[in-house]
């Protein structure tokens, strides 16, 4: 047998003893996780089914449950059955884990959001509305559902197709986190900049309203943070060459303009 042989042979065996671990439901679940890891570092192309199966179980171990958030942020899911049913399985979760007053599960409801926006239909982007609204009662959502939109349209060539409401949603969140009454450092201060990243790269005209509160605010800190957010964005789109990208590119690129022109008077 030769030598490329054999060692196909041990690598198959290794992969069969780490299935063999992960699917034990009474391992250790760090002996589990630790498995479930390697097995996604090697690409194994059932790993994916295998996390939509184990989050589907609503009697998985919580430990073991939140492992599984967390790791299907790293597996790509070319099916697009399994792709719906893991989108609907996160968004599930994040739904009933965000009412949770244990904030040791708020990396997890991050997670899941993230996660869940990335597999999410176009058509369907609505349902992250459920997350612009105020904690219930303590886990804090906006901040990374407003980035997942943002990432979102980011991506997307036509902005003709954004909701109405969650444009509207968007937007009064920037107004309201973009007011001095309310503007603190931290979270308050992350909701606004991030509204604003969302609604600029919605292509919505509101952004000019937007950023002159930014500049009337006269915060040096809270320039420089959304400037470079909005200059991501316009590195992203510059690269696209898309001619549906026309209009917001240049919308944005006059506000950037704006903000620097107002960290200069």
């Given at each position: 047998m030769s030598p490329e042989s054999q060692a196909a042979i041990r690598a198959t065996q290794a992969r069969a003893r780490l299935w063999s671990v992960v699917r034990d439901a009474n391992a250790p679940v760090d002996d589990r996780i630790e498995a479930?890891?390697?097995?996604?570092?090697?690409?194994?192309?059932?790993?994916?089914?295998?996390?939509?199966?184990?989050?589907?179980?609503?009697?998985?171990?919580?430990?073991?449950?939140?492992?599984?958030?967390?790791?299907a942020e790293q597996i790509a899911v070319p099916d697009s059955a399994l792709r719906r049913r893991l989108t609907r399985t996160l968004y599930n979760l994040a739904s009933r884990l965000r009412t949770s007053t244990d904030q040791g599960v708020e990396p997890i409801v991050h997670s899941a959001i993230r996660c869940c926006a990335s597999l999410l239909p176009g058509a369907e982007v609505t349902s992250l509305l459920l997350f612009l609204e105020p904690p219930s009662p303590i886990i804090e959502t906006r901040v990374v559902a407003l980035l997942a939109i943002a990432h979102l349209f980011e991506a997307e060539r036509d902005?003709?197709?954004?909701?109405?409401?969650?444009?509207?949603?968007?937007?009064?969140?920037?107004?309201?986190?973009?007011?001095?009454?309310?503007?603190?450092?931290?979270?308050?201060?992350?909701?606004?900049?991030?509204?604003?990243?969302a609604l600029a790269a919605m292509g919505d005209c509101r952004l000019v309203d937007c950023i002159q509160r930014v500049n009337q605010l006269g915060l040096p800190w809270l320039r420089r943070q959304v400037a470079v957010k909005l200059e991501s964005l316009v590195r992203t789109w510059e690269q696209e060459e898309a001619e549906q990208l026309a209009g917001p590119l240049q919308l944005v690129r006059e506000q950037l303009e704006e903000l620097r022109r107002g960290s200069s008077d």
């Open positions: 479930l890891a390697a097995l996604i570092a090697e690409h194994d192309g059932a790993v994916a089914e295998f996390i939509v199966e184990q989050l589907e179980q609503s009697d998985a171990e919580t430990e073991w449950q939140q492992a599984l958030v967390l790791a902005h003709r197709c954004v909701p109405t409401e969650l444009a509207d949603r968007v937007y009064e969140l920037a107004c309201k986190f973009l007011d001095k009454d309310w503007l603190v450092p931290g979270t308050k201060a992350a909701i606004g900049q991030c509204a604003v990243y």
